[in-house]
């Protein structure tokens, strides 16, 4: 069964950069997208980006240009997520969340289990 | 400010039906499928509608989920005290080319 295990809670000061890992298994890691989808305290949520484990191919969020990189390992089926420049904004929830595919149609259908990230001075 | 505008919360009493509304535009509802999830307190989202009106296995056929225009529904049927969560819509966006959510509702079950 499609599994995502996410990295332990961080914290980081401001300024400072977190980068967040997804470790995929229970299914071809290079066939779905994977998509970073973030929830701040209390709030809805949203979405950062996405990437294609085969070739690494992203897209972000207009929001998060700039600041947010994403990157995969095939040889460990693991996907990242590094943001950078941190503010107390950013502290949230970030989920890793795999694309399923119905006649060419994909969205965001299995997520791990979330990571938290704290920015606190 | 999320896109897809979802009412913050909403409730019935078991055994009734309950629908939730989520409001979006025509680069986004309009245009695209919906996509709703459900949430309990601290866990991840589960996908619970795909495709508008589709239900993954597993999900009784107490949800269901309706688009019409750039507005879509989810219905609850026959309330459940497990039913108390957390619902959210979604879609792609064409005009921001990436995905859009609403900002929840809080379900609760009196």
């Known amino acids: 069964q499609v599994q995502l295990v996410q990295s332990g809670a961080e914290v980081r000061k401001p300024g400072a950069s977190v980068k967040v890992s997804c470790k995929a298994s229970g299914y071809t890691f290079s066939t779905f997208y994977m998509h970073w989808v973030r929830q701040a305290p209390g709030q809805g949520l949203e979405w950062m980006g996405i990437i294609h484990p085969s070739g690494g191919s992203t897209s972000y969020a207009q929001k998060f240009q700039g600041r947010v990189t994403m990157t995969r390992d095939t040889s460990t089926s693991t996907v990242y997520m590094e943001l950078s420049s941190l503010r107390s904004e950013d502290t949230a929830m970030y989920y890793c969340?795999?694309?399923?595919?119905?006649?060419?149609?994909?969205?965001?259908?299995?997520w791990g289990q979330g990571t938290l990230v704290t920015v606190s001075s | 400010q999320s896109v897809l505008t979802q009412p913050p919360s909403a409730s019935g009493t078991p055994g009734q039906r309950v629908t939730i509304s989520c409001s979006g535009s025509s680069s986004n509802i309009g245009s695209n499928y919906v996509y709703w999830y459900r949430q309990f307190p601290g866990t991840a989202p589960k996908l619970l509608i795909y495709?508008?009106?589709q239900r993954p296995s597993g999900v009784p056929d107490r949800f269901s989920g309706s688009k019409s225009g750039t507005s879509a529904s989810l219905a609850i049927s026959g309330l459940r005290s497990e039913d108390e969560a957390d619902y959210c819509c979604?879609?792609?966006?064409?005009?921001?080319?990436?995905?859009?959510f609403g900002g929840g509702t809080k379900l609760t079950v009196l």
């Open positions: 979604a879609a792609w966006d064409d005009s921001l080319s990436g995905w859009v």
């Open positions: 969340a795999r694309d399923d595919c119905i006649n060419g149609v994909c969205y965001p259908s299995y």
């Open positions: 495709r508008n009106d």
